[in-house]
């Protein structure tokens, strides 16, 4: 089965990590990145965790910890844990993705290609992360590293010429790189 790319704000909205580990951190960075307010909650943690602005909660999870939550992520690497976080996401209409565990899904995480205002994401299904991974690198090199700047600019001009201008001129920031 083929999932829909749906791109949604996360912009303050809360998004539960269970688990503390590597793991863990990597989908806490990523959600950073958009806004999110993101919870943690684990046992314990990695050290990394500290460095960053996520709300880590040093226990075992409980399901009142999703109240409020707008996606989850279940990173344990506890599967009777993550199975429980699943299907607590589950009947409260929660989005959950459980890592390496696609039956426990309701979306994936998708690899990412990020440039200023440009995300990229890349997903198989949950048929192969390795694979989207290998995929996200081979983009990042196709992309040019001037991506962000191309975007700003054609932002810019939005709205300020015609329509064949506009293509144009995009097209032609585009070649330039």
Same mark, same amino acid.
């Given at each position: 089965m083929n999932y829909f790319p749906m /791109? $949604?704000?996360?912009?303050? *909205? *809360?998004?539960?990590?269970a688990g503390?580990? *590597? $793991?863990?951190f990597g989908k806490a960075e990523k959600l950073l990145l958009f806004g999110a307010d993101v919870v943690a909650v684990a046992p314990s943690f990695i050290p990394q965790f500290e460095k960053i602005s996520a709300t880590l909660v040093r226990g075992a999870y409980t399901p009142e910890l999703l109240d409020g939550a707008y996606l989850a992520i279940a990173a344990t690497d506890d599967k009777a844990v993550n199975a429980r976080v699943a299907a607590d996401c589950r009947a409260r209409g929660i989005p959950i993705n459980s890592a390496d565990d696609k039956e426990n899904c309701t979306f994936f /995480?998708?690899?990412l290609v990020l440039r200023g205002d440009v995300t990229v994401g890349i997903s198989t299904g949950g048929a192969s992360p390795y694979l989207a991974a290998r995929l996200r690198e081979r983009a990042e090199e196709a992309f040019p590293q001037s991506l962000k700047e191309i975007c700003e600019r054609a932002k810019a001009l939005?709205?300020? $010429?015609s329509a064949e201008e506009y293509a144009r001129a995009v097209e032609d920031m585009l070649h330039e790189n």
């Open positions: /791109f $949604v704000s996360l912009e303050g *909205k *809360k998004c539960l990590i503390g580990g *590597k $793991v863990a /995480f998708p690899a939005r709205g300020s $010429v």
